[in-house]
């Protein structure tokens, strides 16, 4: 009975992190159509879930072979949603990076302080793994609005912005698959390593994207001034034919008024 109810939980939490991937690529695109795009979230969820429950099944961390939870959410962001192919690529890259570097920190975090393997942490049926894996699902939760508020302004990224970024991304989605390969074999006196190893990876990832932002707004800024410079010039150009205009007439009216005194 306690196994069933285990795999009963297991499974409900593979599924809802599958239906939160498909929830923020439907938050961070702009779909076709709302209807059709709901509908397939709801399918490429159940894809996603099962798949993350057939790898667990077979293997602890599935390592290259996460490259089917991007293949099926590309299908996803490329079928039903308008944007263009580098932020529908963007996205998939965020959501999967934010859950592989919020899951690998966290099981280190909790592996460190209770002192367990972090093999046994994933492995085991125990309550600590049951309110880890509860804690992880809201800490994604938590970090998607996140990067939703902070992605809001999108339109203002320049080509080059776009691939900084899923170049960055990618990279660090490479290197935290490395460093938890390496965590899962490691022992106890290598966690602080491993801990910092995350650690700096999520904070190089932070940095990375608050330069490209403040670049960004200081582009924009510029623009901005730019614009009002225009307004500036063309404003003066108007004061300057209106004061023209108003000369030419002036003139007019003063040969106009000696015409009719000449006729009188």
């Given at each position: 009975?306690?196994?069933?109810?285990?795999t009963i939980f297991e499974i409900l939490i593979?599924?809802?992190?599958?239906?939160?991937?498909?929830?923020?690529?439907?938050?961070?695109?702009?779909?076709?159509?709302?209807?059709?795009?709901?509908?397939?979230?709801?399918?490429?969820?159940?894809?996603?879930?099962?798949?993350?429950?057939?790898?667990?099944?077979?293997?602890?961390?599935?390592?290259?072979?996460?490259?089917?939870?991007?293949?099926?959410?590309?299908?996803?962001?490329?079928?039903?949603?308008?944007?263009?192919?580098?932020?529908?690529?963007?996205?998939?890259?965020?959501?999967?990076?934010?859950?592989?570097?919020?899951?690998?920190?966290?099981?280190?975090?909790?592996?460190?302080?209770?002192?367990?393997?972090?093999?046994?942490?994933?492995?085991?049926?125990?309550?600590?793994?049951?309110?880890?894996?509860?804690?992880?699902?809201?800490?994604?939760?938590?970090?998607?609005?996140?990067?939703?508020?902070?992605?809001?302004?999108?339109?203002?990224?320049?080509?080059?912005?776009?691939?900084?970024?899923?170049?960055?991304?990618?990279?660090?989605?490479?290197?935290?698959?490395?460093?938890?390969?390496?965590?899962?074999?490691?022992?106890?006196?290598?966690?602080?390593?491993?801990?910092?190893?995350y650690m700096l990876v999520f904070v190089l990832?932070?940095?990375?994207?608050?330069?490209?932002?403040?670049?960004?707004?200081?582009?924009?800024?510029?623009?901005?001034?730019?614009?009002?410079?225009?307004?500036?010039?063309?404003?003066?150009?108007?004061?300057?034919?209106?004061?023209?205009?108003?000369?030419?007439?002036?003139?007019?009216?003063?040969?106009?008024?000696?015409?009719?005194?000449?006729?009188?």
């Amino acid at each position: 009975m306690t196994i069933t109810l285990w795999t009963i939980f297991e499974i409900l939490i593979n599924f809802y992190q599958g239906g939160l991937e498909t929830w923020f690529i439907y938050k961070f695109l702009t779909p076709r159509s709302h209807e059709r795009a709901k509908i397939w979230a709801v399918i490429f969820a159940v894809c996603e879930g099962c798949l993350v429950t057939a790898f667990n099944y077979f293997t602890v961390f599935e390592g290259f072979g996460s490259a089917l939870y991007w293949a099926s959410l590309l299908v996803f962001a490329f079928c039903f949603f308008s944007d263009n192919a580098v932020k529908k690529f963007l996205s998939i890259s965020l959501s999967q990076v934010a859950i592989l570097l919020i899951t690998s920190l966290e099981l280190n975090v909790v592996s460190s302080f209770f002192k367990i393997s972090l093999r046994k942490l994933v492995v085991e049926q125990s309550l600590l793994r049951s309110v880890t894996l509860i804690m992880i699902q809201i800490s994604i939760f938590i970090v998607f609005r996140l990067i939703l508020m902070a992605f809001k302004h999108t339109d203002d990224y320049t080509a080059s912005d776009w691939v900084t970024i899923i170049a960055v991304l990618i990279i660090s989605f490479f290197l935290v698959m490395v460093i938890h390969e390496l965590s899962l074999s490691s022992d106890g006196g290598h966690k602080l390593y491993i801990n910092l190893s995350y650690m700096l990876v999520f904070v190089l990832n932070i940095l990375i994207f608050w330069i490209i932002n403040s670049l960004i707004k200081k582009n924009r800024k510029l623009k901005e001034m730019e614009i009002v410079k225009l307004r500036e010039q063309y404003l003066e150009q108007f004061i300057g034919n209106a004061e023209s205009q108003y000369d030419a007439m002036r003139k007019l009216r003063h040969d106009i008024k000696d015409k009719y005194e000449t006729v009188n």
